[in-house]
């Protein structure tokens, strides 16, 4: 079975799909015409993105029925590929002699493409988890999405670990030395709008702001909504 064949429109509206619909929109379309300033950002929230999936839901279907697992393997795969696109997009626009010869537009367009087979099978994931899962379970999960994505990494990092401790560990050191990284480069506010987006949510109070260890972990949360 694949996304397709998954209505991700059956579950109720919760408060993880709020988060998620909240970051595809920032997302949006990838322009054919990507200036750096506006590259380095999308980078980032999808960089970021991705990595809070792992840090959170990935996790949390990873033992549950067939159906659930192989999502959960044809949402990493597609992953995968987004990650190598943007790894050459950000190579092309910062300029690296390997990917001069790469035009940005074309780059955009494979990007694009690679999203659109990804976003599908992330919300049918996400629709069959909360479809089983009790409200007080999935604000939880929401509040670590959260929490992990303010904490992901920045930059694509398609050679990371897909799962285990090992990659959870792996998320959480590129998340830090990413950031040392943007000051270096001076790519000032990169990847540090996540709250001001998730406020913009329904359930943009859900989570705290909270430290969370490297194998990704949430803290002790408050039950309900803050």
Request: one cysteine or more; a positive charge.
């Amino acid at each position: 079975m694949t996304a397709n064949q998954v209505l991700p429109g059956s579950a109720t509206r919760r408060p993880l799909s709020e988060f998620l619909d909240t970051i595809r929109d920032a997302v949006g379309e990838v322009p054919e015409v990507v200036e750096p300033e506006t590259g380095y950002q999308m980078i980032a929230r999808l960089s970021g993105h991705l990595a809070a999936m792992r840090r959170s839901v990935y996790p949390s279907a990873a033992g549950q029925q067939d159906r659930e697992r192989r999502l959960r393997a044809e949402c990493l795969n597609r992953a995968r590929a987004v990650e190598w696109t943007l790894r050459l997009l950000e190579c092309r626009l910062a300029g690296d002699i390997a990917a001069a010869k790469v035009s940005v537009p074309a780059v955009a367009a494979v990007l694009a493409r690679h999203l659109d087979g990804y976003w599908p099978a992330e919300r049918a994931l996400v629709a069959s988890v909360e479809a089983r899962s009790a409200v007080e379970a999935m604000e939880r999960l929401a509040r670590h999405y959260q929490r992990a994505l303010t904490r992901g990494p920045t930059r694509p990092h398609p050679r990371c670990p897909r799962s285990g401790t090992r990659g959870l560990i792996a998320l959480w050191l590129h998340g830090r030395w990413d950031r040392v990284l943007d000051t270096m480069d001076s790519r000032a506010g990169v990847g540090r709008d996540f709250v001001p987006l998730l406020a913009q949510s329904p359930c943009g109070r859900a989570g705290s702001t909270g430290e969370e260890g490297p194998a990704g972990g949430p803290p002790a949360c408050p039950e309900g909504r803050g």
